[in-house]
């Protein structure tokens, strides 16, 4: 009764999560209307950083930074680096250029490149059931980066989708360094924003305006600090902490950029094409593909 009971939370949470990570890419659309990347990614961390060291408070975490040693410090100020600093700003600058529709999906397809990149770096065997969920995902990128708006119309957004597709190189790179790391995922966040917000401050020195100048900018500032970054993320967490089986939660975020796209036409006010749903569908069916494990995996 308990595991069901542990389960049906597990469940709550990642809808909460999943519903709110579909709102953001409206809000990344929405705020970047009213200041630069540079501004929103230095507004949003600041709100993250505050968020994250509450709920570190609440939680009893803020007890670990006690423990904290050079060693710790050091590689937080390189992940920072990586995310959110550089992540973000290049994501920021995809949605600049893509339709929300475009950007959201061919950010999502790191899963895929993480099993390219850990070929090389973690020495591991593709399999054939690995080259077919690529080969599939890589499709419905094609399909979405070839529709109307993107490439094939318009010849300037093949820098949007470049770069909305180095976000995943990059978001997969971070997962490989940070998959031994045994701090408190909470602690090691928040220690990762706060140099990626020391490193945004610092070049405010040179990038003016650094921080969002107006209200409207601010809104959106703080939405994506919270419910991009912080509370979201804790909520996912939530749901891995209570879920019986990771994959019994980890498919349900795929659903995400399907509601992203109601958002998009709603708010955004873009049309929806045909080839975004067909798409994403390719992609996300190569992902699945791609977690679905061996029958006697699971049994063993």
Request: hydrophobic share 50%; glycine share 4%; charged share 20%.
């Given at each position: 009764m308990k595991e069901s009971s542990n389960q049906g939370k597990a469940f709550l949470f990642t809808i909460a999560a999943v519903l709110l990570w579909s709102t953001v890419p409206t809000a990344f659309k929405l705020g970047l209307r009213h200041q630069s990347n540079y501004q929103l990614l230095t507004g949003s961390s600041l709100v993250s950083l505050v968020i994250l060291l509450l709920i570190?408070?609440?939680?009893?975490?803020?007890?670990?930074?006690?423990?904290?040693?050079?060693?710790?410090?050091?590689?937080?100020?390189?992940?920072?680096?990586?995310?959110?600093?550089?992540?973000?700003?290049i994501l920021f600058k995809a949605y600049e250029i893509l339709p929300a529709q475009v950007a959201q999906p061919l950010n999502m397809i790191w899963p895929i490149v993480l099993v390219l990149i850990s070929i090389p770096i973690l020495k591991q065997k593709i399999r054939l059931k690995n080259i077919a969920a690529m080969l599939i995902s890589f499709s419905g990128v094609a399909v979405i980066s070839w529709q109307a708006g993107t490439a094939r119309h318009n010849p300037g957004n093949t820098a949007g989708i470049i770069l909305a597709l180095s976000t995943s190189v990059i978001w997969a790179?971070?997962?490989?360094?940070?998959?031994?790391?045994?701090?408190?995922?909470?602690?090691?966040?928040f220690l990762n924003f706060l140099f990626a917000s020391l490193y945004l401050l610092l070049g405010g020195?040179?990038?003016?305006?650094?921080?969002?100048?107006?209200?409207?900018?601010?809104?959106?500032?703080?939405?994506?600090?919270?419910?991009?970054?912080?509370?979201?993320?804790?909520?996912?967490?939530?749901?891995?902490?209570?879920?019986?089986?990771?994959?019994?939660?980890?498919?349900?975020?795929?659903?995400?950029?399907?509601?992203?796209?109601?958002?998009?036409?709603?708010?955004?006010?873009?049309?929806?094409?045909?080839?975004?749903?067909?798409?994403?569908?390719?992609?996300?069916?190569?992902?699945?593909?791609?977690?679905?494990?061996?029958?006697?995996?699971?049994?063993?």
């Open positions: 570190m408070m609440l939680s009893g975490r803020v007890r670990i930074l006690k423990s904290l040693t050079i060693r710790d410090l050091g590689f937080s100020a390189i992940m920072g680096i990586l995310n959110p600093l550089i992540y973000y700003l790179s971070y997962w490989i360094f940070n998959v031994k790391d045994q701090k408190d995922k909470v602690v090691r966040l020195l040179v990038e003016k305006p650094f921080l969002p100048d107006s209200p409207e900018a601010w809104y959106a500032a703080v939405y994506i600090g919270l419910f991009e970054m912080g509370i979201t993320f804790v909520l996912w967490l939530k749901a891995l902490e209570y879920s019986t089986s990771t994959d019994r939660v980890s498919n349900l975020i795929y659903i995400a950029p399907f509601i992203n796209l109601v958002f998009v036409n709603l708010i955004l006010k873009e049309d929806i094409f045909y080839t975004t749903v067909f798409g994403i569908l390719l992609l996300v069916s190569g992902i699945l593909l791609q977690n679905v494990k061996r029958a006697h995996a699971k049994t063993a």
